[in-house]
């Protein structure tokens, strides 16, 4: 049971974190990765984490103004988004794989519930 929080509504050029929680003891034993989709529009891969957080991965649109990281003592994952653009606008959404990682979306077990960003220009 993945739980996303940290959306919200923000200018052009500003700042947000989201963050993805699980009572799950086993967090530690799954790559992770955020998607986005607008509607009408197939999920997106945004960027993924493995297991133990020693390799990243993203998509080119927010490589750069993006960061993901971990933390497997707290169960949780983090996205900070810096830069935000109107495209940025979209529900992201937390995802967990065991062990390997994917830029798949098709390839995710667990999802979260999602949580919206919008960015006004």
């Known amino acids: 049971h993945l739980v996303e929080s940290g959306g919200g509504l923000v200018q052009a050029g500003g700042s947000l974190r989201l963050s993805c929680g699980t009572s799950?003891?086993?967090?530690?034993?799954?790559?992770m990765a955020w998607f986005r989709q607008d509607p009408g529009k197939e999920r997106e891969f945004v960027s993924a984490?493995?297991?133990?957080?020693?390799?990243?991965f993203y998509a080119d649109s927010v490589k750069g103004r993006f960061t993901v990281s971990r933390d497997n003592d707290k169960n949780t994952l983090y996205l900070q988004m810096n830069n935000l653009k109107p495209e940025d606008t979209a529900i992201y959404y937390c995802?967990?794989?065991?062990?390997?990682?994917?830029?798949?979306?098709?390839?995710?077990?667990?999802w979260g519930q999602g949580t919206q960003v919008t960015v006004s220009s």
């Open positions: 995802a967990a794989k065991y062990y390997s990682h994917s830029l798949q979306a098709s390839e995710y077990e667990y």
């Open positions: 799950e003891r086993t967090f530690s034993s799954y790559a």
């Open positions: 984490i493995t297991w133990r957080g020693d390799r990243t």
